[in-house]
């Protein structure tokens, strides 16, 4: 019986853990394609400076929760969002407007398939 309650306990540490997971990465993953959305807006506004701080802000926040994705997400899709990042902040240090406009939807929904690829389905669970 001692067993019994003991795998169950940790079954629901388990369980746990992956949701609080799940939460995170949604958490800022949307705090990260908030500020591209902001950094689309502002580009098609015509206010590159503006566009450029919220791809730089976007940036920070990957950065810092970076350890947290390449714990639970695919090294090669981390590997296209680095490298939509580095593209799109190439394109900002160029004239070509409508290049970065490009790459940085192409980064947004990069951004936005790390939480596609994470939803809470029985096989991410058990």
């Known amino acids: 019986m001692k067993r019994l309650w003991i795998s169950l306990i940790l079954l629901s540490v388990v369980t746990a853990a992956g949701i609080g997971n799940i939460c995170y990465l949604k958490s ?28 730089s802000k976007a940036r920070r926040n990957y950065d810092r929760a970076e350890a947290i994705f390449s714990a639970t997400i695919n090294e090669k899709q981390l590997d296209e969002v680095c490298s ?20 940085l939807s192409g980064l947004s929904e990069s951004v936005a398939d790390l939480l596609r690829s994470e939803t809470v389905t029985l096989g991410n669970l058990f």
């Open 84 to 103: 939509n990042f580095a593209r799109a902040e190439e394109g900002s240090r160029t004239d070509d407007h409508a290049g970065y406009l490009i790459e």
């Open 28 to 55: 800022t993953v949307r705090t990260i394609t908030d500020e591209l959305d902001t950094a689309l807006e502002a580009a098609h506004g015509g206010d590159w400076a503006r566009s450029y701080q919220s791809l």
